[in-house]
């Protein structure tokens, strides 16, 4: 089983900085990619920044020059510094690991595992 925990959500106000953080964790053979995505009230779930473990980046464009996706050097974690947030920023963000996982003691199978999210409240 594996797990996803997003971290890092909270209120901030328009111009202002958060940085989320993501650990996925439990029978982990390996992680390829992981990415963040967030989905607005009334809103379908779009794609913010994604990395994979060679340290390619992709962002959406309505982030670019505003957020940074990084990994930690030790894998499996991920970060999102996010600056000048914008109120069209608020809503929650997931975090989504990709890879092969042990499904059991000699299986392995590919991962796709997402957290739960936290919640991004850009408002003055």
């Known amino acids: 089983q594996v797990h996803v925990v997003e971290s890092g959500g909270g209120l901030v106000q328009p111009g202002g900085s958060l940085r989320l953080s993501c650990t996925a964790s439990?029978?982990?053979?390996?992680?390829?990619?992981m990415g963040w995505y967030r989905q607005a009230p009334g809103k379908e779930r779009e794609l913010v920044a994604t990395?994979?473990?060679?340290?390619?980046?992709n962002y959406a464009d309505s982030v670019k020059g505003r957020f940074t996706i990084s990994a930690h050097n030790a894998g499996n974690t991920i970060f999102l510094q996010m600056h000048n947030l914008k109120p069209e920023d608020t809503a929650d963000y997931y975090c989504?690991?990709?890879?092969?996982?042990?499904?059991?003691?000699?299986?392995?199978?590919?991962?796709?595992?997402w957290g739960q999210g936290t919640l991004v409240t850009v408002s003055s």
């Open positions: 990395i994979t473990s060679d340290g390619i980046t």
């Open positions: 989504k690991a990709q890879g092969l996982y042990y499904s059991d003691i000699d299986e392995i199978d590919h991962l796709e595992a």
């Open positions: 439990g029978s982990i053979f390996s992680i390829n990619f």
